[in-house]
């Protein structure tokens, strides 16, 4: 059982920057898949950036170019580099994680989950 803490979230203004971090119980160097994932009142959780088990990283069209995905094995940590935050990056922002290898990164496939970290820009 993996356990996932989120931390770094808070309140800054548009154009702002925050990084997120999601510290893990275990070890994150491999056969794992992690992810982090977005939900904003009254809207489904998102996809906001992925990792897979080979290290492949992917981030949704709405972030490519501001937020930047990256692991550090040696301090089982996710992060999420957040820059040129926007309003509509307002959300609650969860880590996830699964074991092994998945073929589609969506939130149904990952097991672990954090608590969340609010974010929100005005």
């Known amino acids: 059982h993996v356990q996932l803490v989120e931390s770094g979230g808070g309140s800054v203004q548009a154009g702002g920057s925050l990084t997120l971090s999601c510290s893990a119980s275990e070890s994150t160097y491999r056969s794992i898949c992690m992810a982090w994932f977005r939900q904003a009142p009254g809207s489904q959780r998102e996809t906001v950036a992925t990792?897979?088990?080979?290290?492949?990283?992917k981030v949704a069209g709405s972030v490519k170019g501001r937020f930047t995905l990256s692991k550090d094995n040696a301090k089982n940590t996710l992060y999420l580099q957040m820059n040129s935050l926007k309003p509509e990056d307002t959300a609650i922002y969860y880590c996830?994680?699964?074991?092994?290898?998945?073929?589609?990164?969506?939130?149904?496939?990952?097991?672990?989950w954090g608590p969340g970290t609010q974010v929100t820009v005005s």
């Open positions: 996830a994680a699964v074991r092994g290898t998945i073929s589609v990164l969506v939130p149904g496939a990952f097991r672990y």
């Open positions: 990792v897979d088990s080979n290290g492949v990283t």
